[in-house]
């Protein structure tokens, strides 16, 4: 990043209010931190990061239970679910700390089952991922318990739910469960449940009024009758039999409606003026899982990191990963033009990092 965008991105942080570089955080300037990751304890990190340095957090924590990164401070090998989830509020209270009083939060959360470790059931052995899995200590001792009051054997957890209220009770806004559905999940040979093709992505806030641009991850809208969920069946009879009989001026701006649906009735000719092209991002997201060669087989899709970078930041603005693994929010972030800061606990990632982030930095400009 040449001198002149550094620049800019100073004066972005600095206009957020905060102060950028306190003598109490170690007095480094923002551009210390931006567009490279810092290795170590991701709490450690943060720490000595200025308040409000970040426009927005994208990132997926270490799923609990699934494996051993060989660090003694690593999250996700906690006794109990309750441990794993006082971790991650701790984590994430600093997070709020050095986001600006209006970022926000994109978090995509993993289940897991009670009387089972996730890493026990995998067969990986090669690369990053493979050496934590086979390391994993309820895999070396097989016996794979998971204990918490009131939670039996095979009980799905509940930890992202666990995680998002514990959230929203140390005063986060919990605003959204954003549904990521799987076309291509992992196989699994239960024969006694559906297999799971879904994880959540919960947005949460710093504060009640944020800055979220729904504008720039607007979808194609759905055109015509094909488009409309009441054009067929027993929902769009009961929906035509509640139209008003009366007729309609002959100036009405609801010309286009179908001849026999009411004003609010939804229902328009295809290529009406009343239907726009692009419409509201919709909760459910189809995202296929994309692997990377040397990364962990749960590598955290582009395509979905895309719209929560593009919503949660404007060109020019900070994106924080406090798990950054190989780098993809980081990648994603440099693509649309913003700025990013990741912290990673396992050093092995660098190299995957190097390579994925080779491309020199750009900052766009801000509307």
């Known amino acids: 990043m040449n001198p002149n965008q550094t620049e800019r991105i100073a004066t972005i942080i600095s206009a957020s209010g905060e102060t ?11 551009s210390d931190w931006l567009n490279q990751c ?13 308040d409000g340095i970040a426009q927005t957090c994208v990132t997926s924590p270490p799923y609990f239970g699934l494996r051993d990164y060989g660090h003694e401070r690593q999250i996700g090998l906690e006794e109990t679910p309750a441990a794993f989830v006082a971790k991650l509020v701790e984590v994430f209270r600093e997070v709020r700390r050095v986001l600006r009083d209006d970022g926000t939060l994109w978090l995509n959360l993993g289940d897991s089952y009670a009387g089972s470790w996730g890493a026990q059931g995998h067969k990986t052995t090669t690369g990053v991922s493979g050496v934590q899995i086979a390391n994993h200590p309820k895999r070396a001792s097989n016996t794979g ?6 939670l039996k054997p095979k009980d799905l957890m509940g930890i992202p739910w666990r995680v998002a209220f514990a959230l929203q009770a140390d005063g986060w806004y919990l605003r959204q469960d954003i549904i990521w559905h799987k076309p291509n999940p992992m196989p699994e040979s239960v ?43 027993k929902t769009g009879e009961h929906q035509l039999g509640r139209a008003s009989s009366k007729p309609r001026k002959s100036d009405s701006a609801n010309d286009s409606a179908v001849p026999g649906a009411s004003e609010h009735s939804g229902l328009h000719r295809e290529g009406s003026e009343r239907e726009p092209d692009e419409r509201n991002k919709r909760s459910v997201w189809t995202v296929a899982t994309t692997p990377y060669k040397g990364a962990h087989f749960a590598t ?8 929560c970078v593009l919503a949660g930041a ?35 990632y660098e190299a995957l990092q190097a390579e994925r982030l080779s491309q020199m930095g750009f900052i766009l400009e801000a509307a």
């Not at 950028?20 to 923002?30: F, K, L, N, S, V």
């Not at 955290?300 to 719209?307: A, N, R, S, Y």
């Open 191 to 233: 024969q006694d449940r559906c297999t799971k093709s879904h994880e959540y992505i919960f947005l949460l806030s710093k504060s009640s009024s944020y800055y979220c641009d729904m504008d720039a991850i607007k979808e194609p809208a759905a055109k015509g009758a094909a488009g409309s969920s009441f054009h067929t069946g």
């Open 300 to 307: 955290f899709p582009t395509e979905l990191i895309e719209p």
């Open 314 to 348: 404007p060109a020019g603005g900070v994106v924080l990963d406090p798990f950054f693994g190989s780098g993809t929010t980081g990648q994603v972030a440099q693509n649309l033009g913003r700025a990013f800061i990741g912290c990673e606990l396992n050093p092995a």
């Open 38 to 50: 810092h290795f170590g304890d991701c709490l450690e990190t943060m720490r000595r990061m200025p």
């Open 20 to 30: 950028p570089y306190p003598e109490e955080r170690g007095g480094q300037a923002p």
């Open 145 to 150: 318990s998971i204990k918490e009051d009131g």
